[in-house]
């Protein structure tokens, strides 16, 4: 017999190998490339009959090979049902303590007092729009901190009476104690131009300028007309004037002596 002219052959090898043998070599290589990377001795759902076969007892499969179950549990089916199983146990048990973050502890600086601060008023010749102009003073802040500020209600606030009418802006920087200016309740125009802060690292001074929404003047409607025309048809209507306010003279009562 001739193997020299077949096809795929080669003078001292084999034959070619057929497709049945060509898959068994690969889910064997796959097996083994599995066991190296999943120890199926730690998986909960992975157990071997008294038949000598496996079976997962989540999918309640059986399988005859390592290879065979690994395939398994790389599969649709196998991955749907892990996800019913953790959902399932996390409803159930939603008392779980989850692990803890690790906590930042904030940094702790000693107060060294108020700063100094200068507030102007401001109005707009053209529209009246009124506006804020504060500078604060920090000649000793610490070496890369920048001062923040924030508009706090006046229900966040415990030291007096909550009142609807005004709102807190308060002003933080460290070393220094933080400080709060009252200022009224009225809605800030965000806009660039009417609405800004400036960090001065030279003169260590913080600005801020904000500006309030203009309210719509409210027109009162005119007086009714108390004289109001005739409806066409009709005779012309003259009220008679109300009677004079003077004193009338009313006539003594009579004798009443015996």
């Known amino acids: 017999m001739d193997f020299q002219n077949r096809a ?18 690969r889910r064997e290589r796959l097996r083994q490339l599995a066991l190296e990377t999943i120890d199926l001795n730690k998986d909960p759902y992975f157990m071997k009959n008294h038949l000598g076969s496996y079976e997962c007892k989540l999918c309640l499969t059986l399988h005859n090979n390592e290879g065979s ?20 146990e996390a409803k159930e048990a939603p008392w779980v303590i989850m692990p803890e973050k690790p906590r930042i502890e904030p940094k702790k600086f000693v107060k060294i007092g108020r700063p100094g601060y200068r507030v102007t008023k401001q109005r707009d010749p053209e529209n009246g729009q009124q506006s804020l102009l504060f500078q604060i003073d920090y000649p000793e802040i610490t070496d890369g901190i920048v001062p923040r500020h924030r508009f706090m209600s006046a229900y966040e606030q415990k030291i007096e009476p909550p009142d609807r009418k005004w709102q807190y802006l308060l002003f933080a920087a460290e070393p220094y104690e933080t400080i709060a200016f009252k200022v009224p309740s009225r809605e800030v125009e965000k806009t660039e131009s009417k609405f800004w802060t400036h960090w001065n690292k030279n003169t260590k001074q913080f600005f801020l300028q904000c500006s309030f929404k203009l309210e719509p003047k409210i027109i009162p409607p005119p007086p009714p007309n108390m004289h109001r025309l005739p409806h066409p048809g009709r005779p ?22 015996m």
């Open 8 to 25: 795929g052959g080669k003078t001292g090898g084999g034959g070619v190998a057929s497709w049945s043998e060509s898959n068994r070599d």
């Open 69 to 88: 179950y690994l395939s398994h549990t790389q599969g649709k089916k196998h991955q749907a049902n892990l996800a019913r199983r953790a959902a399932k």
């Open 236 to 257: 012309m209507f003259n009220p008679v004037p109300p009677p004079p306010m003077g004193v009338v003279p009313v006539p003594a009562p009579p004798n009443m002596g």
